[in-house]
Structure formats: structure tokens, C-alpha cells
């Protein structure tokens, strides 16, 4: 019986361990199902599932499959990128999830400063962009990735390598400073652009209006560009790696003349100035050296290169648990320029960590840039325009004895220019290191405290080597330019330490929410420099300063510490979502002002009504599913000025002679203002945001109004007052003011399996100059001049009241004086004036031509600019389009005022002469330096700089399930792009996009040449 027994409990042990595993595998299963978009009903490769409250997850396949083991009652987390995450209980073994576009959902959540808001929440002028935007652009440059993509920004690109885009937020800022917007990376300011790569952007958010930048006091007088880098979220571990390697194609250009040609014109060109004389009595400048009549040097096919091989490769590993997340990322761009000697190289990594638990959320970010820049013969176009044909073919490979010169000081200068442009080194390495640290805390429900610590530094070290090279002249004589050849060495160090510490508290009430927010920031930029040079290279493979031998000058500074302290404040307040409020106030303080204007106080105000969310709207709902009113009113600072104008400089280094003896002596070449202070800005803005059939089509626009009070300009000061000629001193002089419209379409939709999205943008600036203090109707900027080397022959650009800063002030003319009646009426103004010159208006009537008689002729600025980018996927094909527009500008073309100044220009042929006289063309009588008819500051040189441009065509295709499952990997694309392939324009120069700043803005003065790109490349994740 007791056997029985013990049997009979080992067989029910054994039932109930089969029970218990029973009932485990029971719960544990497998659960499969698809992930698709509630929009289009396509699947999404790619999404993460996760099981809430473990590190248990997966990523769904290329046609959103999933599978995951899971039990029942389990909460299972459906989440992608630009997708509303979804919760879901497990409650079946199959389980298909829809998941909800936030680009069509008012939650979605969008930066501000110091915090974020949900979409709907937004009162002031906020644009976005997110990663997909610019993914397709194979640029180092974000500004570049960003033209024509959001409304109230003017971005122009930079062709050259390493070349940083300008970029003005509604309209011109400052006169006398920068005019660059705020950059703010994952929430610490930095200075300047950060030249982050467009592979680490996440999102950008571009505060536009006074009332959203007003948080940033003095920093955000330019607008602020918030940028959000790639973070990790939870799942298993995905990588993504994109490749791509393109050519780059040039083309355009000016026509120069060849020998026979330059000898027939230099035939003309004396008989201008000798009429009467035998042609065989010319010299010609061949008489000295014969040889020039065997040249015929063309320096265009030594200078630009074809295919110019561009690589750029970016890998990315994110994942993580629910606690602890990362996004590591490397990139590898390196491109080489069209122009000989030009390149650029960057290698970056970044990693972003952030942990979220319980009331703590941490995040910290560390990044490393390496750049190389070789400038090379980036400057040489100019050179190139004025070298002769008769001039020697140079072989820059092989340079290793003396060179043979005209004997004539404007050879020898344009041969010495040429070799100092073409085959010298002039390259800079810059290593950057940046660590950003975040520390958030919940004190109480809607109670936290945060404290954020950033430090960036950046170390650069430019050299400059000039090589050894002899000329000699044909008689054999020394024209004494080796002498030339030298080493400079230049380096910075550049740094900033950035402390912030906020409270934040929100909290409801019933249908009332309100938040509020106080912070204060301490932030402090260094700046070390110095500059070491040397002359008498003796052997050009020793490229340092010991291996020359005089003349050593060495030089540091300007150093400086510039320091920001702010303390800010900000409400925001909303009844129901429908009426919203946000204030804030910022108090800045800065040591670019004298102890009693330091301080800067900056308020600003911004209401927003949803009207859509009204009862009476509910009729309309279905068709205007959204529409909000915004205004809103700021007051930003700016203090973009060099540090230490309220206070005077005395400089060593004016030594002078006395009783025969040189003597150390300093000069103040620099005057203090001590009253100096905020130059301030006060923007209003009126907007709306509308939305119809559930957000299929979007439209924003804003109409803005910006004065500004007390603008910082340098003043020149005349040669009474002493000092170095030419010194300023910096006083608060100006009113100006900004206006404009901004519009912003957005349409997304379907065609059976064809899905398309579309965005357009539409924007006007008038920028005007109200008051100015100084001489003359108006002031010429410190601009350099359209021509190189001859600033008094070429300067146009002004600041005049009634006209946009740096606008070009010209001598219009009226054709030549080619018939004696013409000739004797322009003697009247000229008496100097001789058959075929160039025929000056008169336009103040005076009798006289003078400065006086400069009229308005248009700047560099765009009336308009217009913005189109269209996105369409089939199945596994993709397709993406963007155009833009820059319209109502002018240009000034220097390349071929150089040209013709210098007389190298193929149409000079066909200029007035005794041969011919019906010509349209004036006579050559002379350079842009000796003669009137070829100046840089006519109207001659005056073309319509408007273009439209196809900045990039991108045609993809993304493998099949079957193929990529084989390989193990989730997606493998294929594609094949086009940047640049299009550029529709009246313009006869390389490019219509020309920058500049404020002085130089639309002087083309031989930029550098813009080139078509094309590239093919593959990404894949796994």
C-alpha cells in the first residue's frame, strides 16, 4: 500500500510540473503581426516593438513584419521615426498595429528655447525640419542642406570646399557685426556655426520671430537655429551605414583672348593712343621678348579640374533598454575642389547616452571633428583673367628653374600673382572637441530642476608656404621676386564654457494649464592667437620657418575673453488649448559694454487662438480641420561689435625716426565710445496656421515688422583727429528696418500604391536703411573693391538712407560718344572726353561728373525666394525633387569688369576703333587704373543676378524582402543623385549665388565656380 501511495504522489508531482510548464508556455508565445502607416496603409520597415518594462524587442522587416515573445497582458510599444508612438496589450498571437503620422498630429512636439511645446502649443514663428529633409544632400555645409526648405530664411551656398553658407534670418540684422544667426546643439549656444555634420542632425527648429528668439536676449538678434541631434531609443541594436562617391562637372566661363588676338587688340590699342602713328612703329611689349610670339598660354586647363571625386560615408549604431538609450555616429566626407590646390576633408564621431529613471534624466554627448581645408589657388581666377598669352605656359609640376618674364612691370606683376595663386600651399587643420552634460531632476509633480554644462573647444593651424621660385627677365637680369618666398604659421585656440541652471514648473487647473519657467545662464568665450612669418625660402621641400632666412615678423592677437551672464524668465498659459499665452524676460549682461550700459533688459509677448477648436468651427472641421491666429511682439539685443570699443587702444609697432635715430613709438589707431550700448530690435509678427482634410494640406504665414533703434556703425574718422588714417570708432547711429511676408505649403497624399508629399515656401524681405549719421547722401562700406587691387576704380557698395545695406550706388551710362555731335556734347561734362569713350550721365545736372552723380542701382539682396521639394515612393522605388529661386537681385559681374579692365577680354576686339565705328563697345585706352571707360563703379558691369536652380534630383531603389532577408539585413537602397544638374539664368558669370556679407554681397570678383554633381551611393540597416 505504501508503494501505491508513493507512486500516486509522484505521478500527481509529476502532472503538476507538466501543468505549470503547461501554463507558462501558455503565456509566453510568440506574437506576429504587421506594423503599417495609418495614412497610406503601408507597411514600415524598420519600426521598433518593444515589451514595455524589459529590454525585450525587435525591429520589424522590410515589409513591417514582426515577431516578438511576449504573454498575455503584456504592453507591447510600437514606435518610428516621425510616427506617434502606440501602446497595445498582447491579448492575441496576432496583432496588426496602425501607427499615426506626427507630421499630421498637432502633438508633435517642436523646440523652443530653454524647453518644447506640442505643435498646437506653438504662439510665435517656428519652422522645422527633420533628418529626411536633407538626408538626400551630400554636403559638409547644413546651411547649404537647409536652402529653400523653411519660409523667412535666405541661405547662400558656399562652392568652395570647407566654405560655410550665409545665412540671414528675416532680412539683415547689423551693419557693422555679424549677421549670423544663434546656433544652439542639443541646448548649449555656440559661436558661430558649429559646422555640425548634416549626418548628426535629428531635427532643426529656426526660431524666426523676436518673440520666440527674445530668450536668448543679445544672442538671438539674428534668429536661433536649434538643432537636435541624433539620440538612441529603446530596442535592440540597429545600424546604418550610407555611402556615396560622386564627380563634380564645370562649366561656363569668360572668353580671353589668344596671342594673335591680344596682338591685333594691343595694335588698337595704340593707335587709341597715338592716332596717326604707323603700326610698324608699335612696339607692342614683344620687342624685349620675341618669344612671347610662340605663346599662347591658356591657364583655364591648369586651373580647373573635371571630375573632382567627392566620397562622403556616414555609419550610425542606436538601441538601447527602456532606462538607457545611444546613437553613436561616424562620418567620413572628403572632397576635392575643381579649382587646382582645393580640398576639404572632415572626419567627425559623435555618441549621445541619455538614462531616464524615476525622477532623474540624464543625457550627455561627446564629439570630435578633424578637418583639413587646402585653399590652394582658390583666389586665382582673377590672376587668370589677367595673364597674357604671350606670357610663358607654366608647367606646375615642374618647377624647378628660373622663369622667364617680359621685361614690364604689369607681366612681371601678373606672372608673380599667378605663380603665388596656382601652386602655392595654404592649408588649415582644425580639430574640434565638444562635451555637453544634462542633468534634470523631478522635485514634485510638474516640479524640475536641470542643470546643463557645455564645453566646446576648437585648435586651428593654418600655413601658408610661398615657394622659391626665380624670374628672370629676357635681358637675364634678377627681378628680384625671389625674395618673396616665404612661411607663415598661424594658430588659434578658440573656446567656450557654457553653464545653465532652469526650474520649470507646470501644473492645471481645471481647464487652465499654466507653466513657468526661470533659469539663469553664464556663459564665456576665449579666443588665443598668434601668427609667425618668415622670408628667403632656401629650398622649397623644406616647408617651415627654419628653413628661411630673413625678415621675420611675428605677431599675436587679437586675443580676447568675452563673457554673457542671463537671467530669464518665461510664463506660458492656456485655457482649454484654445487661448495661449507666453511671456518672457530676459536680463543680459556683457562685457562688450563699458560697466554703465552692460546690461540689456528683452521682454516679449506672444498669443495664439485655435480658433478650429471653437463649437462654432465644428461645421468646418471636416474641411479645416485646423486653423490657429498667432501674434506676437519681442525685443532682442545685439551686441555683435569686436570687444573693448569702449575703450581705447594704444599700439606698439609705429616707430619713427628722430635726430637720425629710430625710435619704439605707439599710436592709438583705435577710438573708444564709453556710452556705447545695446543696439536693440523690436520685432511684430502676425501669423496663421491652417490645416485642411486631416492635415493632408498645410499652410503657415507670417507677416513681420522689425525696427531697429541705436544700430552699432563705425564711424571713419578724419585725419584731424589723429591716429592711423582710416580709424572708426563705433557709435549707436542707425535706424533700420525689415519687413516681410513668408508663406509655407505642405501636401501629402496618394495615387492607388504612389505615395507623394510636397512643400513649398515662399518669402519677401525689404530691408531699408532709415537713419545714418555721416557725410553725403552716403557712406561706402569697407569693401574692398569689384576689382581686385583697385578699390578707388571699384567701389559700390553703400549704406544709404531709403535703400537696403550695401547697396550699390553706380555711374549710369549712355552708350559712347562714337559721332561728333555726341562727342561735343559730352566735353561739356568731360572735357577730356575723346571719340569712342564711354559716355558718363550727368545726373545731378552740376556740369560736372562726380561721385555725386551715383544713383541706386539695386544690391545683392533677393526681392524673392521661392522653395520646392516633392517626395514620391512606388513600391520600392523613390524619388525626390528640390528647386529653388532667388529673384530681384542684382549682381555686379567683377570677373568680367576685371576682364575687360585689364584688357584680356575676347568682345575688346570688336571695340570702338578708327577700323571699327559703329561698335557699341567703348575704346581701349588704357587699364581700369589709368583710364575712365573700363571702371569697376559703372553700370556697365550691372546684370540680373535672379536664377532658378534644381539643387537636387534623387532617384532610389530599395531591394526586395526575399534579396535583403538573404543578405541579413534589413534594407538595402540603391540610388543615384544630381546635385546642382540645372540653372536657368541671364546671368554670364560661373554662378548666380554670390555672398559676401553686407559689404560684398552680389560682387562677383572671380568667386569660386560652382559645379554640377553627380553621385551614386547605397545605404542598408541591420
Known sequence: MKSKSNTSHFLLMLLLVFLCNFTTHAQEVIIQ????????????????????????GTVTNFDGEY???????????????GMMTKNVTVNSKFMNVSLKSKSQDLDEVVVIGYGTVKKKEVTGAVSSLKSTDIENFVTPDLGSAMQGQISGVNIVSSSEPGGASEILIRGITSVSGSNTPLFVVDGVPQEGDPGISPNDVESIDVLKDAASAAIYGTRGAAGVILITTKQGKAGVMQVRFDGSIGYEKLKGGIDLMNTAQQTYFDLIYNRNLSPGTPDDQFALNLDKTPSGFQNDSKLTDILFIDNAKTQNYNLNLSGGSKDLTYSISTNLYDKTGVVRNTSFQRFNTRANATYNKGKWKINASVGVYQEQTSKGASGAVNQLLKYLPTQPSIDFDNLDGPILSEDNAQALNSLANVLGSFNNSDITKSAKSLINFNLGYDLAKGLNVSTQIGFNQSNSYRKRFVRYQPIIFSTGADSGRADNSNVQNDAQIKSSLVWTSAINYKNSIGDHNFGLMAAYSREQYNTEQFSAQKFGVLDNAVQVLNGTTNRPEVSSGPDEVRKLTGFITRFQYDYKGKYLISSSVRRDGSTRFGAKNRYGTFPSVALAWNVSDEDFWSKMKNVVNNFKI??????????????????????????????????????????????????????????????FFKNK???????????????????????SASGEDGSTVIYNIGDMTNSGFELALGYTGKINKLNYRMNATFTTNQNVIKKINGEGSYLFTDDSGLVSGAKADSQVTVLAEGHEAGAFYLFTTDGIANTAEKLAAYQKVMPTAKIGDL????????????????????????????????????????????????????????????????????????AWSSANPDSTIPAFRGDIKSHSNYKGYTDQWLEDGSYLRVKNITFGYSLPKKVVSSLGISK??????????????????????????????????????????YLVGMNFNF
Open 67 to 81: 515577431s516578438i515573445r511576449a504573454k498575455t497582458g503584456d504592453l507591447l510599444t510600437f514606435s518610428y521615426i
Open 697 to 719: 494640406l498645410t499652410l503657415s504665414a507670417e507677416y513681420y515688422d522689425t525696427s531697429k533703434d541705436g544700430m552699432l556703425f563705425p564711424v571713419t574718422l578724419p585725419g
Open 630 to 691: 498667432r501674434l506676437s511682439s519681442g525685443t532682442v539685443g545685439n551686441e555683435s561689435i569686436p570687444s573693448y570699443q569702449y575703450s581705447g587702444n594704444i599700439t606698439p609697432g609705429y616707430d619713427y625716426v628722430f635726430g637720425g635715430i629710430l625710435n619704439y613709438g605707439l599710436a592709438q589707431d583705435a577710438y573708444s565710445n564709453p556710452l556705447i550700448k545695446w543696439e536693440t530690435s523690436k520685432q511684430n509678427n502676425i501669423g496663421i496656421d491652417l490645416g
Open 972 to 1013: 538595402f537602397r540603391l540610388y543615384v543623385t544630381a546635385q546642382n544638374p540645372f540653372t536657368f539664368t541671364k546671368y554670364t558669370g560661373f554662378d548666380p549665388e554670390i555672398g559676401g556679407g553686407i559689404n560684398s554681397r552680389g560682387l562677383d570678383k572671380g568667386n569660386y565656380p560652382l559645379a554640377k554633381f
Open 839 to 910: 559716355i558718363y550721365k550727368d545726373n545731378n545736372s552740376d556740369g560736372a561728373i562726380t561721385n555725386a552723380d551715383r544713383v541706386y542701382a539695386g544690391s545683392g539682396l533677393a526681392k524673392y525666394q521661392i522653395g520646392y521639394n516633392l517626395n514620391l515612393d512606388y513600391k520600392g522605388f523613390d524619388f525626390s525633387f528640390n528647386l529653388y529661386a532667388a529673384l530681384g537681385q542684382e549682381i555686379m559681374n567683377g570677373a568680367k569688369a576685371t576682364a575687360y579692365g585689364y584688357g584680356r577680354s575676347e568682345d575688346l576686339l570688336y
Open 33 to 56: 503581426g504587421i506594423v503599417k502607416s495609418s495614412d497610406d496603409n503601408l507597411p514600415i520597415p524598420g519600426a521598433t516593438v518593444m515589451v514595455k518594462g524589459s529590454k525585450n
